[in-house]
């Protein structure tokens, strides 16, 4: 069966350490997501992309990147990890023409010291 | 942009309907009403989702008023494995093709035995 995979599920790192959150779809989905999810908040658009080699910031896209080289994969990038950071993050993938039919990854909780 | 209201916390009882309220009154003619849930520890999962008629399908039903300004997410016979929380969410549109989805904190709902 298709799936979206996130890895790790859990990752402790200090401070300043770079860190990347690895996401792979099997649908084939053009459309790949990353969101942020913390208490008090509803989910947090991070980047996004629309196929390989797109990629777009979304509204709280300061100190992370990402890169789509292929339609399976969208790795999130924290260049710089800082204490704001910990969170946990969903990875999500929709078809072209049903963007907003969104299919979301297990999730993974990472913890910035 | 279109925001969503929804009560933070509902309770219903197992085998009963649980119709899950949401505000949407500065929706515009052409933003979709979007229903997904989360169960605890796991990624968010798409409900289902409409623009002006009522829709169905095999997990709920939505109904949308006719002035738009608020829907109902219907679960027909609620189990225990309903209990999440249900997020209303509008599409908004932006600059060319470019849309993104606005997440509240949604209904907490509890099925009680």
């Known amino acids: 069966d298709a799936e979206i995979t996130q890895s790790p599920r859990h990752k402790i790192t200090e401070t300043g350490r770079q860190v990347t959150l690895a996401c792979h779809q099997t649908w084939n989905h053009n459309n790949m997501f990353w969101y942020r999810q913390d208490l008090g908040h509803g989910l947090r658009l991070i980047h996004y992309s629309y196929g390989v080699q797109d990629t777009n910031k979304g509204e709280v896209s300061d100190g992370y990147s990402v890169s789509r080289s292929n ?9 710089s990890a800082a204490s704001s950071q910990t969170s946990v993050y969903f990875c999500a993938s929709s078809e072209l023409d049903s963007q907003d039919t ?3 990854g297990p999730g993974t909780r990472l913890t910035v010291l | 942009d279109a925001k969503t209201t929804q009560p933070p916390s509902m309770d219903c009882a197992e085998g009963r309907a649980a119709n899950l309220p949401c505000n949407h009154s500065t929706i515009s003619g052409n933003e979709y009403v979007y229903w997904y849930r989360q169960i605890h520890s796991q990624g968010p999962q798409y409900i289902i989702h409409g623009l002006k008629n009522n829709e169905t399908n095999e997990m709920a039903s939505l109904i949308i008023t006719e002035d738009r300004k608020s829907s109902t997410l ?13 997020y209303c969410i509008v599409r908004v549109a932006h600059a060319g093709n470019n849309r993104k989805l606005i997440w509240g904190l949604g209904t907490s709902l509890a099925v009680n035995p």
């Open chain 1, 71 to 79: 339609t399976e994969d969208l790795p999130l990038t924290l260049e």
């Open chain 1, 102 to 104: 969104q299919y979301f």
């Open chain 2, 74 to 86: 219907i679960l027909p016979h609620a189990t225990l494995r309903d209990t999440a929380v249900y």
